[in-house]
């Protein structure tokens, strides 16, 4: 493992897909959405002065299309064509950024047609994608003449709804390139994970483990696809905060993930105990947490629905807990009034693709299917994803179990349940805030293919791990 | 070292300023900008859809002003008062984000009058300056009924333009708070370096490098004040790739610095042999470099003017070049002909503060004395400050050699030295790419205090930092 985490062993470098990746993506596009179309890469955005910015990360359209952040770039398609259009390259930022692709360059590595951004011409009737950003929108409302709103795809309409139902009939069941990209940020994420377990010990702050588990992604040459979660108080299910230090007894959930500089993310999630021992109570749990996150797993099959791999999960732990004695009464009937989301008060998972949460760009438009709604239910109500699943979409798969004051506390949310928790129970495990386990499995036509499996997950090995890395 | 780098040693825990910095702080302003003002924190960037976003970082004034990150928080000052307009705490993301800090917490913690952002009123007449994105800008400019941009304020004008200059009053010179949070970031800073030094051997990746600083500075609870150059194409001024493989013979550049929670930059350089030993030639160049930097440095005094630093830099690199041979003539003439910039493209540094190039969202208005403008000479073209210093001002000083294709290749550049530069002299010097050696610079009463001393920089004691990381 050093070999590989110290970056030395180069096999974990990204390797990019060949341009007719592209090209068949592009092709698949005209068949689907023959009229024109925008899809704009977008600008960086300033940190705290024009000059200092945020790294650049091009919107996720135009690089499932395109496969490079460039940016100020936009790809145009339409009548059986895709043109490329750019910045042209700037003779003064040689000096400052090197050496310059020249659109004949881009032309040939990417295997489009290159024009400079201003040949662009674009009108109203083009369709496009709203970007994340208002910088961006202004620019592409600018151009198009029509206004486009930035931020969530949930209200489109027109030629607009058109060509977002287009991208995700496209986006949701990988290609091959796809599940390969999803393939290399996972075994970098593997890296992050076993550096995180080998860096944890007491009196450490969260920071430190979070800076181990970093240094693995950027030495490999990929970002994170999303703010590290690096915490002793899983309860906080997104826990932003790393200055805590961890006791002994503590357990350390962390949620972190790679991306490819192509955009391509992992999502993963382990959760494992500073001492480098879980207590009996901790084991208890985890491995209640595990019995759960294998039969979703298990349930993650083509032609099964999303919202039953998020019910297996629930059902499953409400019997755990039923088991346990945390909850008195009848498991199915606990679970039906919405037991789970007392301590599973997530969605089981969701999309994931070139978006850790793939697609939430264009709203619920993605993770729901036609005709299906999001739940004001407990146990349903923050489930990201309610679709039949098909070979060639990625999924996580997240249950946790969470001691959550803000719920447990809440005397509206806890009276259905008064009966049924035996809290006198549940303090035995007061040694556990929170714990989540979380894989990324792709639907395959028999069944799954859970990606990150080789990342320490069962107590014994996460143990083992520690072990080894603490040299005993 | 390896105590501290690892984060066992808490020592570099950022220290926060005590309430009463941002209260004297507010007071200054209030005696020199009565008027009403309003100062933004702004809002979130989303990286690739909204959920997904860049760590919050609220815009320098406001940070100078209050010290914390609040994300879409306002500080509204006038008529001898300040009052902190916050969103309310959210019921629903304390499930995510944990406790929220009530209004009367943060009015105790921050010892400010606290209030819903809803109460806030605003009317066209008062004064503000420019955030940085558009989407700020927008919501600013709803909240004030007059149009506010985004990006550089180089063009205020009434009293936004007086605030401007009010803040830049106020900020060049730095109080004893804004002095400790430089030295913490630059103590940070020093960590990721000589981690860097440790992580460095010859067929690494240059993001393995990166990775070792960027640890350093994440375990500690900063974060990087700007995107970290850290390469074996020194040459290439802003270089933001990692992806090479570094050679035995290579130099590694590295221009990397930490940031505090408060926002306060440290911005350092170090140039080091991948090899552990500097060859014979790049140790001629690193010295010429070291020796126009400590120049550069002892003309750093209260009363100097900075263009006279750089002069100075600038001078001593083109005499140093005629020593060696590689340029010929006059040293003074061939200075006043621009010859510096052929090697030395740069200015020799800036202001440093809350922003890495101190206030460069206000445009030259900080960096430039009023009645003083940019320069069009090959020289001083990109020189970002021409003030005459002051005891409490921070600046780098970061002269360089660089052998620059873009410069050395092009005919019309070239051609006013053609008979002055020796190429068969300089081609001795083919295993010098780029060199920069970068410190932060106070000026004192006194003089000046070099934060960043303690941060190897003689050939002697970066060979011994390596040997002794390689524990040899």
């Given at each position: 493992m050093t070999a590989s985490q110290n970056g030395s062993?180069?096999?974990?470098w990204p390797t990019p897909s060949a341009a007719r990746v592209f090209s068949e993506r592009r092709r698949r596009l005209l068949d689907r959405y023959p009229e024109p179309a925008l899809f704009v890469a977008g600008f960086c955005r300033p940190r705290?002065?024009?000059?200092?910015?945020h790294a650049f990360r091009a919107e996720s359209h135009f690089l499932y299309l395109v496969g490079r952040s460039l940016e100020g770039a936009v790809l145009s398609t339409g009548g059986g064509n895709a043109v490329l259009y750019v910045p042209p390259p700037d003779a003064e930022a040689v000096l400052w950024a090197g050496p310059q692709s020249s659109l004949a360059d881009l032309e040939k590595e990417l295997e489009i047609a290159v024009r400079p951004i201003d040949e662009l011409s674009a009108s109203p009737e083009l369709a496009t994608l709203p970007p994340q950003d208002g910088d961006t929108a202004e620019w592409l409302s600018e151009r198009l003449g029509r206004d486009v709103d930035s931020g969530?795809?949930?209200d489109l309409d027109g030629a607009d709804a058109k060509l977002a139902d287009v991208m995700v009939e496209l986006r949701l069941r990988h290609d091959a390139a796809a599940a390969a990209q999803i393939r290399q940020a996972v075994a970098v994420t593997e890296l992050a994970h076993r550096g995180g377990m080998a860096a944890t010990?007491?009196?450490?702050?969260?920071a430190v483990v979070r800076a181990a588990m970093e240094q693995a992604i950027i030495a490999n040459g990929m970002t994170c696809s999303y703010g590290s979660i690096v915490t002793?108080?899983?309860?906080?299910?997104?826990?932003?905060?790393?200055?805590g230090v961890l006791e002994p007894a503590d357990l350390v959930l962390a949620d972190v993930g790679a991306e490819t500089p192509e955009g391509w993310a992992a999502d993963i999630t382990r959760t494992w105990p500073v001492s480098g021992h879980y207590t009996s109570t901790q084991r208890t749990i985890y491995e209640l947490v595990l019995d759960v996150q294998r039969a979703a797993i298990d349930a993650?099959?083509?032609?099964?629905s999303y919202r039953d791999v998020h019910h297996t999960a629930g059902r499953r732990l409400v019997s755990g807990l039923v088991e346990l004695g945390i909850l008195r009464g009848d498991a199915q009937e606990l679970f039906e009034r919405g037991a789970a989301a007392l301590f599973?008060?997530?969605?089981?998972g969701h999309l994931l693709g070139l978006?850790?949460?793939?697609?939430?760009d264009l709203g619920d438009r993605a993770g729901y299917a036609a005709g299906r709604k999001r739940s004001t239910s407990a146990t349903d109500r923050f489930l990201r994803l309610d679709r039949d699943l098909e070979a060639g979409m990625a999924v996580t798969v997240e249950p946790g179990f969470y001691r959550i004051p803000a719920i447990l506390d809440d005397s509206e949310r806890v009276a259905p349940f008064v009966d049924a928790l035996n809290r006198d129970e549940l303090d035995?495990?007061?040694?556990?805030r929170g714990i989540r386990i979380e894989d990324d499995v792709l639907v395959t036509a028999e069944g799954n293919d859970v990606?990150?499996?080789?990342?320490?997950?069962h107590p014994g090995d996460v143990e083992a791990t520690m072990r080894e890395a603490r040299g005993g």
């Open positions: 062993d180069s096999t974990l705290n002065f024009p000059a200092n910015q969530s795809g949930d010990r007491p009196a450490i702050r969260e002793g108080h899983g309860e906080v299910l997104h826990n932003e905060r790393h200055d993650v099959q083509p032609g099964a599973f008060p997530h969605g089981v978006d850790v949460h793939d697609m939430e035995k495990f007061s040694d556990v990606l990150s499996r080789s990342i320490p997950k």
